[in-house]
């Protein structure tokens, strides 16, 4: 390549330099700047091939295969939509599993389920619990971890959650394991059927409407059972 003309862009002197260069043979010069000009062309050919076309992007290697990976998943809007079913289905799960959790500690604490959960969410349902057996029968103790320690889940709740604890106590049960409800108690007398008290709930009824409908006709003697239809 013929050296760079000095003391500026004289193209003259350059010229003339070079020729000197070539032992003033000028076909030797023109062979060597032909040659020159070919090499310079074929490698800007070369450079152009390898910038990328409008629009598009250079990535590396590495990057190409994760990205023909990310295409073989199927359509962006696609895989968003997965995504976030996936995401659903492990918050529900999350939720089930947490809802089985305390349903343990209540009934093997003596609580109410659902006071339970409330107070749970109210401290931002983020309590961790465990369980130890304890005594000869290894009976199964809820606890709850805490800063201080592990603490049983009745101390926690006596002192963290005392304002709700007649809430949180489940209903005493008789001996037998079934749950007392309405003013029957062991030794009395049982609550009469469902079905007898409805009958006679109706029928209270229907003499108190009959009455009112016709007060006379309800006080003649003999008569009140074509009042009442008994």
């Known amino acids: 390549m013929p050296d760079e ?31 020159d000009n070919y090499d310079l062309r ?10 990328p076309a409008e629009g598009s992007a ?62 749970d969410k109210a401290s931002g349902g983020k309590l961790e619990y465990l369980f130890k057996e304890e005594g000869e029968q290894k009976k199964r103790v809820p606890y709850v971890k805490t800063e201080q320690g592990e603490v049983s889940v009745e101390k926690y709740a006596t002192d963290t959650w005392g304002d709700y604890l007649p809430a949180l106590k489940a209903e005493p049960s008789q001996g037998n394991g079934t ?17 007898t008290k409805v009958r006679e709930d109706v029928k209270d009824k229907q003499k108190q409407r009959d009455a009112d409908a016709h007060p006379m006709f309800s006080k003649i003697p003999g008569r009140s059972g074509a009042s009442t239809g008994e």
Do not use: C, W
Request: net charge positive; glycine share 8%; hydrophobic share 35%.
């Open 5 to 35: 003309p000095q003391g500026g862009d004289n193209k003259a002197e350059a010229l003339q330099k070079a020729l000197a260069k070539h032992q003033g043979d000028a076909m030797a010069l023109a062979a060597f700047l032909f040659s």
């Open 42 to 51: 074929e490698k800007n050919r070369k450079l152009k091939e390898q910038v």
């Open 58 to 119: 250079v990535v590396s290697k590495p990057d190409s295969e994760k990205l023909e990976a990310y295409k073989a998943l199927g359509k962006p809007e696609d895989i968003k939509t997965r995504l976030e079913a996936h995401a659903t289905m492990e918050t529900e799960n999350a939720e089930l599993k947490r809802d089985g959790i305390l349903r343990d500690v209540a009934e093997a604490a003596g609580f109410k389920v659902s006071v339970l959960k409330d107070r």
């Open 179 to 195: 749950r007392v409800h309405g003013s029957s108690s062991i030794g009395g007398t049982p609550p009469k059927d469902v079905f």
